[in-house]
């Protein structure tokens, strides 16, 4: 299986996020994913926030990069968020706001596929130049896309 996340992601899962703190953006796009996976919108609720009791997922960079498994779907879904906003209080790893957050929601089964996927997520997004660009889009869909797809 060829885990490169572009793949998976659609016009469909990118979005122009409008909430001013964490739990307004993350609660967008976990709508969004129950919408895409068809799963219960409280699991992916539940799973989510479990993981950011974990570890924050804000890698740094104006990055964050939510990422759960779950039952019940046959592959992967990549929502892409640009913030409208700096999410200052998401809790980077390098304290700094977050402006774009990548949000996988993957199958349980296959971990090696699993980690594969978040590799080429993470190997694609630690680019700062792709962050910017995104961030210039002003929540453009199109070019969203377009840039996601033209970097793959």
């Not at 739990?23 to 926030?49: G, H, N, P, S, Y």
Request: charged share 25%; hydrophobic share 40%; glycine share 4%.
């Amino acid at each position: 299986m060829n885990n490169d996340f572009a793949q998976f992601v659609t016009k469909e899962s990118i979005m122009s996020l409008s909430g001013r703190n964490k739990l307004e953006v993350m609660d967008q796009l976990i709508t969004r994913a129950a919408e895409l996976t068809k799963l219960d919108r409280d699991v992916i609720f539940r799973l989510i926030w479990k993981r950011e009791q974990m570890m924050t997922t804000g890698v740094g960079g104006k990055l964050a990069l939510p990422h759960i498994r779950v039952n019940d779907i046959l592959h992967p879904f990549v929502l892409v968020g640009v913030c409208e906003n700096p999410i200052s209080d998401y809790q980077g790893q390098d304290d700094q706001p977050v402006r774009v957050i990548v949000f996988t929601v993957a199958p349980d089964e296959n971990q090696e596929a699993y980690l594969q996927l978040l590799s080429s997520i993470s190997r694609r997004f630690r680019n700062p130049e792709l962050i910017e660009k995104l961030i210039e889009t002003d929540g453009n869909i199109d070019q969203i896309d377009a840039l996601i797809h033209a970097e793959a």
